[in-house]
């Protein structure tokens, strides 16, 4: 069986997990007195920032699930998104609304990648 790490762990949860070539990150959430657009920002470079620490990057994403607080923020979101995603490696997505940790929250990223 493939050993399993923890990386930024505390009592509740591990910012990152691997698993053989496997990579879990936590939800992601950007500054809570920010807008979605910055919220978004926030979170994708934070994305990379766990990613590179554990040898992997945004192109062997394999899934990304996206709770925004507000449907209505969806298109300010996917601007940021379509921007920072490299094109020819998308990974499988969905995105719905969600009531998050704090009301201040506008939008959370959970991420699978690959090694």
Request: glycine share 6%; net charge negative; with cysteine.
């Amino acid at each position: 069986m493939a050993e399993i790490t923890r990386h930024h762990t505390n009592a509740r949860m591990s910012q990152i997990v691997t698993h053989g070539d496997m990579i879990y990150l936590a939800g992601q959430v950007g500054s809570p007195e920010a807008d979605v657009t910055q919220q978004t920002k926030d979170c994708l470079a934070q994305i990379d920032t766990l990613l590179a620490e554990v040898g992997s990057d945004k192109t062997k994403i394999l899934q990304c699930t996206i709770w925004l607080a507000d449907m209505a923020d969806f298109a300010a979101m996917n601007a940021i998104w379509d921007a920072w995603v490299p094109q020819g490696h998308t990974p499988a997505r969905a995105c719905g609304e969600a009531k998050l940790a704090t009301p201040d929250y506008k939008v959370e990223f959970l991420i699978t990648a690959a090694k």
